[in-house]
């Protein structure tokens, strides 16, 4: 949500993890309206401070990274429903507790 091109390097091991987090992390950007792009070991953010005013149905992979990552997409923006929620039990099983308490 921050003004401004965001460049973040390193990020290509994350497709060797429980899914391929750098596509997942491309879809959501997508997703939220988020202009991404990635070359040369490099992922482009162009961020904007605009929310979404609609709800999203997130469907995610088994990840438990990858689904608290898309429940704090949603607390940003107009809300919605994600799944698979239990994913976060593998790491953090208050985390929806946590959040939903601020």
Known sequence: H???????SG???LVHKESDRLQEVISLLNTFH???SFSEGMLMIQGHGE???QAVDLKLPDD??????G????????????????????SY????????AS
């Open 71 to 90: 429940a704090l997409f949603l607390l940003q923006h107009a809300g919605g429903t994600l799944s698979p929620a239990g994913a976060v039990k593998k």
């Open 34 to 36: 988020r202009p991404c």
């Open 93 to 100: 099983p208050g985390f929806f507790d946590i959040i939903s």
């Open 2 to 8: 921050l003004p401004g091109t965001h460049q973040l």
């Open 11 to 13: 990020v290509e091991n």
């Open 64 to 69: 438990h990274r990858m689904v608290m990552t």
């Open 51 to 53: 929310r979404l005013q």
